[in-house]
């Protein structure tokens, strides 16, 4: 997809493996000034070396005191990626406080705290903006073993629609992505340790595929862009036909 970002500021997290490190390359490909945000300090560095003059910022975005200090002071952005999420997979009667309060502080609170931030920013400066939140089509349908994380996706579909909403007269668009399994390196671990699963679910996809990391950083792209200016508060299944069968 050739789209120029040029003379704008990116926010991306999770930006140390998979989509987000591929949308952090895309952006920068096509202009942007890149602030990349993950808790892994050596894939920051890594990032940095693929893409210089991106700005680094190494967090775990489940710590909200330590999200402000890393990112309170972090200046005008004009589009954000919601790309951080953890999978912890329990059984829904063996899940464990930990895990869900782990899992709703890092995929749907950061959401929130990283969110607010830069909309009162984008605010403050009185310019438009994009928000892209990466979600799932578990927010629609669920997978076994997985009552945690799909509780996260389905919170942050109405999250993206509440703030589309109230952030709409300000000229700032909310949206989602939600892909199903997607080809990243862990993903294509994942399909390889459960091959026989992996088969079936593919096959209940009516193109009989998972989705590639490029189709997902592409329709993050669109809804970022200009080209996405009349749509707010929706969600791009990235999905290959599964929630049509």
Not at 25 to 54: M, Q, Y
Request: charged letters at 20%.
């Amino acid at each position: 997809m050739k789209l120029s970002f040029s003379g704008l500021r990116a926010l991306v997290t999770g930006a140390g493996k998979g989509i987000g490190r591929d949308t952090v390359k895309a952006l920068h490909a096509s202009g942007a000034k890149v602030v990349a945000v993950t808790r892994t300090n050596a894939d920051l560095v890594s990032l940095a070396k693929e893409c210089p003059g991106i700005e680094p910022v190494c967090v775990d975005l489940g710590d909200w005191e330590a999200t402000e200090k890393a990112l309170g002071g972090i200046g005008p952005v004009d589009l954000l990626v919601n790309n951080a999420a953890i999978v912890i997979a329990q059984p829904f009667l063996e899940a464990t406080k930990e895990a869900f309060d782990r899992s709703f502080h890092v995929n749907v609170r950061s959401v929130l705290q990283v969110s607010q931030m830069v909309a009162k920013g984008m605010i403050d400066r009185g310019v438009a903006g994009s928000i892209v939140n990466v979600s799932s089509i578990v927010a629609y349908v669920t997978f076994p073993g997985l009552a945690n994380y799909c509780s996260t996706k389905g919170a942050m579909t109405m999250l993206t629609k509440a703030m589309a909403m109230e952030l709409g007269p300000h000229k700032i668009r909310v949206n989602s992505v939600n892909p199903t399994v997607v080809l990243t390196d862990m993903g294509k671990k994942v399909t390889e340790d459960a091959a026989e699963f992996a088969k079936k679910l593919k096959e209940r996809h009516p193109l009989r595929k998972f989705a590639e990391v490029e189709d997902v950083v592409n329709s993050i792209l669109f809804l970022l862009s200009d080209s996405s200016a009349s749509t707010s508060g929706s969600g791009i299944l990235v999905d290959a036909g599964y929630l049509a069968s």
